[in-house]
């Protein structure tokens, strides 16, 4: 049995750029959630997408939750919520006491239907904001569901955290909504051990956020909070991570898409596979590489296959009107995502991976089809 193989987990430069902004922060004692690596952290990821301004969190779930209380969510509202995604997605809104509404996905993008989309804004017409995931690296089919929130005058978020540097028609998703938000969490195509940001062209929103992300504190002499406060904000040595991380983003997305192609052109022939999809205005960073299987072989066979070799691999997210907490919830759509959870498996994806690693995977799932 090889080395392990990892479905995708954290990868330093070979620069060492990470170590140089974390020893700056060492060395002027900036430890703390404040400091250079913070603001320029924020300036720099805001530049790299194309947004006007930044702020820098301790979790991409904490983006999601302060954009939708920045976009005026509260209790009771509506939120329109892909149900294929992870439980981060969703857990925000019901911080905020809202209420989710789960829409189902289609094939051609393996994100929100559109059509589905357009079904829930006509059974609650009221809904206060639409939060669009990413999945996988995979952008979903974004001039339809910004025509369709423009239409009804509702807050576009965009969870962008699994598809930093992935591009929408030639711009970066996350910056087409009024709010986008980003992970850097271990296994995401860069990382800061933990943290996460969120993009706004909305200037003063994002001010906002950030007063809140630091417990709300009044300008006073002494500690004055005039507004409920969350302990939020990334800290200085973490961002200083994330500085060197971004980088290398480029060459991250470059090798996710050179693992994804080696997977087509070594499985995309096996009969019942098939990659996930691909459409002619998506740029995806391929953060996990994923596919689904019809036929005899299921995705346990090959998941136990590769397990036995000491190689990680992945169900696809599980809906989350599926799920035990949000099952009580509304659902808008037919089985897509069901379909997709049951007949899908995400591959090893990680970007320390050699030619060598890959064959070993490849090597696995073919003898399940060539017994």
Same mark, same amino acid.
Request: negative net charge; charged residues 25%; proline residues 4%.
């Given at each position: 049995?090889?080395?392990?193989?990892? +479905?995708?987990?954290?990868?330093?430069?070979?620069?060492?750029?990470?170590?140089?902004?974390?020893?700056?922060?060492? =060395?002027?004692?900036?430890?703390?959630?404040?400091?250079?690596?913070?603001?320029?952290?924020?300036?720099?990821?805001?530049?790299?997408?194309?947004?006007?301004?930044?702020?820098?969190?301790?979790?991409?779930?904490?983006?999601?939750?302060?954009?939708?209380?920045?976009?005026?969510?509260?209790?009771?509202?509506?939120?329109?919520?892909?149900?294929?995604?992870?439980?981060?997605?969703?857990?925000?809104?019901?911080?905020?006491?809202?209420?989710?509404?789960?829409?189902?996905?289609?094939?051609?993008?393996?994100?929100?239907?559109?059509?589905?989309?357009?079904?829930?804004?006509?059974?609650?017409?009221?809904?206060?904001?639409?939060?669009?995931?990413?999945?996988?690296?995979?952008?979903?089919?974004?001039?339809?569901?910004?025509?369709?929130?423009?239409?009804?005058?509702?807050?576009?978020?965009?969870?962008?955290?699994?598809?930093?540097?992935?591009?929408?028609?030639?711009?970066?998703?996350?910056?087409?909504?009024?709010?986008?938000?980003?992970?850097?969490?271990?296994?995401?195509?860069?990382?800061?051990?933990?943290?996460?940001?969120?993009?706004?062209?909305?200037?003063?929103?994002?001010?906002?956020?950030?007063?809140?992300?630091?417990?709300?504190?009044?300008?006073?002499?002494?500690?004055?909070?005039?507004?409920?406060?969350?302990?939020?904000?990334?800290?200085?040595?973490?961002?200083?991570?994330?500085?060197?991380?971004?980088?290398?983003? =480029?060459?991250?997305?470059?090798?996710?898409?050179?693992?994804?192609?080696?997977?087509?052109?070594?499985?995309?022939?096996?009969?019942?596979?098939?990659?996930?999809?691909?459409?002619?205005?998506?740029?995806?960073?391929?953060? +996990?590489?994923?596919?689904?299987?019809?036929?005899?072989?299921?995705?346990?066979?090959?998941?136990?296959?590769?397990?036995?070799?000491?190689?990680?691999?992945?169900?696809?997210?599980?809906?989350?009107?599926?799920?035990?907490?949000?099952?009580?919830?509304?659902?808008?759509?037919?089985?897509?995502?069901?379909?997709?959870?049951?007949?899908?498996?995400?591959?090893?994806? =990680?970007?320390?991976?050699?030619?060598?690693?890959?064959?070993?995977?490849?090597?696995?799932?073919?003898?399940?089809?060539?017994?």
């Amino acid at each position: 049995m090889g080395d392990r193989i990892f +479905l995708s987990s954290p990868h330093m430069s070979d620069e060492g750029y990470e170590m140089q902004y974390v020893k700056e922060a060492f =060395d002027t004692n900036w430890i703390a959630p404040l400091g250079e690596n913070v603001n320029l952290f924020e300036n720099e990821l805001a530049g790299k997408v194309g947004s006007k301004a930044a702020a820098a969190l301790s979790s991409g779930t904490a983006a999601i939750h302060l954009a939708l209380k920045a976009a005026g969510v509260g209790e009771g509202d509506i939120v329109f919520c892909p149900t294929l995604t992870f439980s981060a997605t969703a857990n925000p809104i019901i911080y905020q006491n809202a209420i989710p509404v789960f829409i189902d996905s289609d094939y051609e993008t393996w994100n929100m239907s559109p059509k589905a989309l357009e079904e829930a804004f006509k059974k609650y017409p009221n809904v206060k904001a639409v939060l669009v995931v990413h999945l996988y690296g995979l952008s979903a089919d974004l001039d339809k569901i910004v025509e369709l929130c423009n239409n009804h005058n509702v807050v576009l978020i965009e969870d962008a955290a699994e598809s930093l540097g992935t591009y929408y028609k030639g711009k970066h998703t996350g910056t087409f909504g009024d709010y986008g938000i980003y992970s850097f969490n271990g296994n995401k195509i860069i990382t800061t051990s933990g943290g996460g940001m969120l993009v706004s062209d909305n200037e003063e929103r994002v001010a906002k956020v950030r007063f809140w992300a630091t417990q709300s504190r009044d300008t006073a002499r002494h500690y004055q909070h005039s507004e409920l406060g969350f302990n939020y904000r990334m800290s200085n040595v973490v961002a200083g991570i994330g500085r060197g991380q971004l980088k290398v983003l =480029d060459q991250r997305v470059a090798k996710k898409k050179y693992i994804y192609e080696f997977y087509k052109s070594e499985l995309g022939n096996l009969q019942g596979i098939e990659l996930m999809p691909s459409n002619e205005w998506n740029d995806p960073n391929y953060w +996990l590489s994923s596919m689904t299987i019809s036929g005899k072989v299921r995705p346990l066979d090959i998941m136990e296959a590769l397990e036995r070799e000491n190689i990680e691999a992945r169900p696809i997210w599980k809906p989350m009107h599926m799920q035990p907490f949000f099952k009580n919830y509304d659902f808008i759509g037919m089985d897509v995502s069901e379909k997709l959870f049951e007949n899908g498996v995400c591959l090893p994806s =990680d970007t320390k991976m050699t030619d060598e690693e890959l064959e070993r995977i490849v090597s696995v799932i073919k003898g399940l089809w060539f017994k």
